[in-house]
T-cell receptor, first 115, second 115 residues
Framework: GAVVSQHPSWVICKSGTSVKIECRSL??????MFWYRQFPKQSLMLMAT?????????EQGVEKDKFLINHASLTLSTLTVTSAHPEDSSFYIC???????????FGPGTRLTVT | AQKVTQAQTEISVVEKEDVTLDCVYE???????LFWYKQPPSGELVFLIR??????QNEISGRYSWNFQKSTSSFNFTITASQVVDSAVYFC????????????FGTGTRLTVIP
């Protein structure tokens, strides 16, 4: 149980375009979803936390207008990278937590390359 | 402030050797949770263990064992009789007293098991 999927698994886009990444909890209701970013050979850094039906809470230094997060249902959260630039190229990982357990279960990640 | 330190950036061992990955943490909370995750080359984070601050019993799961020492703020991870499939980056992480909020990750230790 506790499976989280992400789509797409990888994406290449041109500078200036927007990219949407989906995170879904497949077999549980995710009351909270987290979005992390991981640069090559580095650790995961939390970008934002979102609770279903409310606005996301962004970590310091993360531009909320650039990284739009929507958590419209208990099984889906989306991250939209707006006007992407090469420096946004990274590995984006979501995780989800249900109200009945404490662990965060992670999606497989989305590798974004902006050319 | 919460902080996780994994001083070992990279470790290489020969198959069947034992290896210990170190994790030292800092927190002001008296109740907290510690985690270990495995990130294989595919990128997906795999949950290994969760331990709360009141449970100092060491845990063994197959070839994996964990040594939690509150006195030294350490939560070390040992793999016995390592196998090539153990090659991955291992992250130690810490969260606050609820165990449900954002995880603070260490920088990870890249383990390479040589056949």
């Amino acid at each position: 149980g506790a499976v989280v999927s992400q789509h797409p698994s990888w994406v290449i886009c041109k500078s200036g375009t927007s990219v949407k990444i989906e995170c879904r909890s497949l077999d549980f209701q995710a009351t909270t979803m987290f979005w992390y970013r991981q640069f090559p050979k580095q650790s995961l850094m939390l970008m934002a936390t979102s609770n279903e039906g409310s606005k996301a809470t962004y970590e310091q230094g993360v531009e909320k207008d650039k990284f739009l997060i929507n958590h419209a249902s208990l099984t889906l959260s989306t991250l939209t990278v707006t006007s992407a630039h090469p420096e946004d190229s990274s590995f984006y990982i979501c995780s989800a937590r249900g109200h009945e357990f404490y662990e965060q279960y992670f999606g497989p990640g989305t590798r974004l390359t902006v050319t | 402030a919460q902080k996780v330190t994994q001083a070992q950036t990279e470790i290489s061992v020969v198959e069947k050797e034992d290896v210990t990955l170190d994790c030292v943490y800092e927190t002001r909370d008296t109740t907290y949770y510690l985690f270990w995750y495995k990130q294989p080359p595919s990128g997906e984070l795999v949950f290994l263990i969760r331990r709360n601050s009141f449970d100092e019993q060491n845990e063994i799961s197959g070839r994996y064992s964990w040594n939690f020492q509150k006195s030294t703020s350490s939560f070390n991870f040992t793999i016995t009789a390592s196998q090539v499939v153990d090659s991955a980056v291992y992250f130690c992480a810490l969260t606050d007293r609820t165990g449900a909020n954002n995880l603070f990750f260490g920088t990870g230790t890249r383990l390479t098991v040589i056949p």
